[in-house]
């Protein structure tokens, strides 16, 4: 089945620094990819997603980019704020549908210092 | 998101007890899932319904049944716990069309 690899799994950053976020998977059957952002002790919130018709997307200062030859994605977060400060996870669904199962990455933890 | 509700917030029980996990969701969705999140492993995806109908299963475990009374309501039954059953519980739910699942807060699972 469909494997999720996510790095780094922590980040600790200045405020304003940008980072970035790595992720692989392994089924090239995988058409749709959402990322989830979670603060300690909340729900998931999705923050961005990409099809695998896409090479890149952008909302705000995050912005996603997808090589589905490699099957790597990548998270850029620009001007980070404490705010930011969050696990994020990486995840695909499998098969052909979007709706299907997610598999997700073990996260990143990211930490913005003041 | 309050407009998925998952009851309760926190739930402590004793091994071999059974438990009901509550979730409602109102935001019009036809299909809704169970993830688990614990300190072991990462998020990793239990059932999904769709129009009440069982679509996906990953839990080899029949200890765990998914109960649809409603099409906005996916309940988890877990019976005989087990310590290794402590997790958070998300509840998710999605729009054939619309791509993205919504998570729930979450019930926190602790088994003594």
């Known amino acids: 089945g469909e494997q999720v690899e996510q790095l780094p799994s922590s980040l600790i950053v200045q405020e304003g620094a940008s980072v970035l976020i790595n992720c692989s998977y392994t089924?090239?059957?995988?058409?749709?990819f959402p990322w989830y952002k979670q603060e300690p002790g909340k729900r998931l919130q999705f923050i961005i997603d990409i099809r695998s018709n896409m090479e890149r997307k952008q909302n705000q200062r995050l912005t996603l980019l997808f090589d589905k030859k490699t099957k790597h994605l990548s998270l850029h977060i620009t001007a980070t704020q404490p705010g930011d400060s969050a696990i994020y996870f990486c995840?695909?669904?499998?098969?052909?549908?979007?709706?299907?199962?997610?598999?997700f990455g073990a996260g990143t933890q990211l930490i913005v210092i003041p | 998101d309050p407009k998925i509700i998952q009851k309760p917030k926190y739930l402590v029980a004793v091994t071999g007890s059974e438990k009901i996990l509550i979730c409602e969701q109102y935001?019009?969705?036809?299909?809704m899932y169970w993830y688990r999140q614990s300190a072991k492993k990462p998020l990793e995806f239990m059932f999904s319904y769709s129009y009440q109908k069982l679509m996906d299963n990953q839990t080899a475990s029949s200890r765990f049944q998914p109960q649809s009374s409603k099409k906005n309501h996916l309940d988890l039954q877990i019976t005989a716990l087990k310590p290794d059953d402590s997790a958070t519980y998300f509840c998710a739910s999605g729009d054939w069309g619309k791509d993205t699942q919504y998570f729930g807060p979450g019930t926190r699972l602790l088994v003594l």
């Open positions: 935001l019009g969705h036809n299909a």
């Open positions: 995840s695909a669904s499998e098969g052909g549908s979007a709706l299907g199962r997610l598999h």
């Open positions: 089924d090239s059957a995988s058409v749709y």
